[in-house]
Nanobody, 117 residues
Framework: QVQLVESGGGLVQAGGSLRLSCAAS????????MAWHRQAPGKQRELVTSITASGSTAYSDSVKGRFTITRDNTKNTVYLQMNSLKPEDTAVYYC???????????WGQGTQVTVAS
């Protein structure tokens, strides 16, 4: 069983920055596609960004140019650098890991990000 543990959430003023981390407990981290999702109150969970094993990234339009996803395979960790935060970025942020063969998704427990206006 793979465990994903997110950290780095918190309260920040609009325009500020936060960096989220997601550490995987075990497994061949380097082959997984990693992603960050978020769920705001009363809304469905949405995909924010992803990074493949080869390092290709994709971003939702709402965060493009402000958020950056990176991964450190030596630390089994994926990061989400969030800059120019807006109140509408307020949500619980979840990390996921997708196995390339089984397509099974592992999920973290989530970390709260609150952006005050």
């Amino acid at each position: 069983q793979v465990q994903l543990v997110e950290s780095g959430g918190g309260l920040v003023q609009a325009g500020g920055s936060l960096r989220l981390s997601c550490a995987a407990s075990r497994g061949t981290f380097g082959i997984w596609t990693m992603a960050w999702h978020r769920q705001a109150p009363g809304k469905q969970r949405e995909l924010v960004t992803s990074i493949t094993a080869s390092g290709s990234t994709a971003y939702s339009d709402s965060v493009k140019g402000r958020f950056t996803i990176t991964r450190d395979n030596t630390k089994n960790t994926v990061y989400l650098q969030m800059n120019s935060l807006k109140p509408e970025d307020t949500a619980v942020y979840y990390c996921s890991a997708r196995h390339p063969v089984t397509r099974y998704d592992y999920w973290g427990q989530g970390t709260q990000v609150t952006v005050a206006s």
